[in-house]
């Protein structure tokens, strides 16, 4: 890892800067993909699936009975287990239900808000050398608690055509309606423009790769809601002496482990503490099964040591992490001061997994900085506020000469007369 020391603040926006490629890299292709797919459907969708998954099939639709064969095909204790994730983020996502708001906001003009599912959600489920099962927990139950009437998962499939047992199990306990073989740009695509399988959706979900993240963007510009840009993972610790450097190396290893793109950092004051954290790294890092992609993940990753904690958080607000841990003895200073960051984990003991699978709180978040104008996925992402409003003669009354006033003043006669006519009519 890559040791900083007291970087000057004209350093830190390419201190800041991901390991991805922009968003010109891959413009192109992204483009091409999109084009093909809306234009050919499914036979683009097959197409680029050979290409990219060296897959071929005749179906892309996972059938009711490949659900059944996968449900039992996960053992007794991971379905436990997905149970109980399940249930916890269930708790924290109901809790965030709010109540019809309604204000008389002058005698006789009512208002009121009410929030509406989305009735058509696209969830898209990373497979490949991690198949993120925990993802479908994350995205499908606030799905389902939300109302949403057709709830679509695409995931990329094996070499066999098979989707990870665990994802489909999930997917099923969960309350997905429709569910397919189809990963990458092309699964983006198919539910921006929908093919002759494929629904078309009105918002899509989940994290990816870069070229999922930008697939997603494309997807905006063509009439598509996104959750956010949720592209390859990252994890900013800051620790001082009271933190345990064995635990601070494992979080970033947790993080490394996610791809080769994926970005770790350790912010802190304490000298020691950098170096006790980097040697528990590679001493860890030598006993992971996914060692040689957390060792690229870590190659791109940093150290920085800062002189005090007020130059830390600032750092820290500038890279907008997508997950923060904060071990330190002045950790309030930190929670009140952190106004940049997807979720954020508190004390030697909240590992970061614990978001990522069971505490409760979701775990897709947004990237790349994005943590400074983007919330994490929540209850009301798959939600629409809808504002109403009712007047009586009374009301009308009491602001339409406001209202006249104000069309006049923008030329919009057409507005004013709207309220004349009803002023005139008592």
Known sequence: MKKIYNPQPETWSEICKRPTQTFSDVEETVKQIFKEVQQKGDKAIAKYSSFF???????????????????????????????????????????????????ETTIGVTCWQEKRPIQKVGLYIPGGTAPLFSTVLMLAVPAKLAGCQEIVLCSPSDKNGKINAA????????????????????AIAGMTFGTET????????????????????????????IDMPAGPSELLVYADETAIPSFVASDLLSQAEHGKDSQVILVTTNKNILNDVEEEIYKQLKNLPRQEIAQVAINNSKLIFLETEKTALSLINEYGPEHFIVCSK?????????????????????????????????HTLPTNGYSKSYSGVNLDSFLKAMTFQKISNEGIQNIGKAIEIMAEAEGLQAHKNAVSLRLKNN
Do not use: M, R, W
């Open 330 to 362: 002045n950790e309030d200073y930190f929670v009140n001061g952190i106004q940049n960051a997807g979720s954020i984990f508190i004390g030697n003991y909240t590992p970061e997994s614990a978001g990522d699978y069971a505490s409760g709180t979701n």
């Open 198 to 225: 494929i629904p078309q959706v009105y918002k899509i979900f989940g994290p990816g790769n870069q070229f999922v993240t930008i697939a997603k963007q494309f997807a905006s510009q063509n009439g598509v809601a």
């Open 53 to 103: 998954d060296g897959v071929t099939l005749e179906n892309i639709q996972v059938t009711q009975e490949e659900i059944e064969i996968a449900k039992n095909e996960v053992s007794s204790e991971l379905k436990e287990a997905i149970q109980l994730a399940k249930s916890n983020i269930e708790q924290f996502h109901s809790a965030q239900k709010t109540d019809k708001i309604v204000v």
């Open 167 to 186: 994802i489909l199990y999930a997917a099923d306990l969960c309350g997905v309606t429709k569910i397919y073989k189809v990963g990458g740009i092309q």
